[in-house]
């Protein structure tokens, strides 16, 4: 049955070592705490609707608090998008063996330049790269056979696709400038956005 929107379920990973300022090394490979694991499970058991798809981010803790309902779930297919990992400003490199403290006045210093096409060093990304990679996200998502998806991803990415279905015609500098002041979404926490089938840049988002 056609259908004009696609329902895309946008869940954010649960707590993780870096939420409680432990030092981490690697980006990608920050596991869960006892308690994100306990919130992943808690996350599987409020879904009653089977997805069409299953899709994870290539970061550790987005594939840990999948895990629940992939066994809920085992008959549905599940795949890998890289684009959906979290938005990597800082060089990596620098910010091996840190933790959200230390981070935070090279924090401080990136969002207050509001240059999109700054790129803090090896292995960092622009906020213009970041919002490319979104668009990509919602160009798959409309192609997809699927009615409902389900994107177990993070944070900043997550509010980077509500802020293009709120704001669909924005530039990148408008963007950049809205983004620091977006409610984020707790761990473990759960959105759905509408994603039009058509071209037309627009969608609505219903938390739950």
Same mark, same amino acid.
């Given at each position: 049955m056609h259908t004009e929107f696609k329902v895309l379920w946008l869940m954010r990973h649960g707590q993780s070592r870096g939420n409680i300022d432990e030092p981490t090394d690697n980006h990608a490979n920050i596991p869960l705490t006892e308690l994100g694991q306990a919130q992943a499970e808690k996350l599987a058991a409020r879904i009653d609707r089977q997805p069409g798809l299953i899709?994870?981010?290539?970061? *550790? =803790?987005?594939?840990?608090?999948?895990? @629940? *309902? =992939?066994?809920?779930?085992?008959?549905? @297919?599940?795949?890998?998008?890289?684009?959906?990992?979290?938005?990597?400003?800082?060089?990596?490199?620098?910010?091996?063996?840190t933790n959200r403290t230390e981070r935070l006045p090279w924090v401080r210093e990136y969002w207050q330049r509001q240059d999109p096409d700054y790129h803090d060093g090896a292995g960092a990304e622009s906020f213009r790269d970041f919002v490319q990679r979104a668009e990509v996200i919602l160009r798959r998502v409309r192609t997809r056979p699927e009615e409902n998806i389900m994107i177990f991803s993070h944070g900043q990415f997550i509010n980077c696709l509500i802020e293009m279905a709120i704001h669909p015609y924005a530039s990148v500098e408008e963007r950049m400038a809205r983004f620091r002041n977006l409610p984020e979404l707790p761990n473990a926490g759960l959105i759905y956005l509408l994603v039009p089938v058509s071209d037309i840049p627009s969608g609505e988002a219903q938390s739950r």
């Amino acid at each position: 049955m056609h259908t004009e929107f696609k329902v895309l379920w946008l869940m954010r990973h649960g707590q993780s070592r870096g939420n409680i300022d432990e030092p981490t090394d690697n980006h990608a490979n920050i596991p869960l705490t006892e308690l994100g694991q306990a919130q992943a499970e808690k996350l599987a058991a409020r879904i009653d609707r089977q997805p069409g798809l299953i899709v994870m981010s290539s970061f *550790l =803790r987005a594939q840990q608090t999948a895990a @629940p *309902l =992939r066994e809920k779930y085992p008959d549905v @297919p599940v795949e890998v998008w890289p684009e959906t990992a979290e938005f990597t400003y800082l060089s990596p490199a620098r910010c091996h063996g840190t933790n959200r403290t230390e981070r935070l006045p090279w924090v401080r210093e990136y969002w207050q330049r509001q240059d999109p096409d700054y790129h803090d060093g090896a292995g960092a990304e622009s906020f213009r790269d970041f919002v490319q990679r979104a668009e990509v996200i919602l160009r798959r998502v409309r192609t997809r056979p699927e009615e409902n998806i389900m994107i177990f991803s993070h944070g900043q990415f997550i509010n980077c696709l509500i802020e293009m279905a709120i704001h669909p015609y924005a530039s990148v500098e408008e963007r950049m400038a809205r983004f620091r002041n977006l409610p984020e979404l707790p761990n473990a926490g759960l959105i759905y956005l509408l994603v039009p089938v058509s071209d037309i840049p627009s969608g609505e988002a219903q938390s739950r």
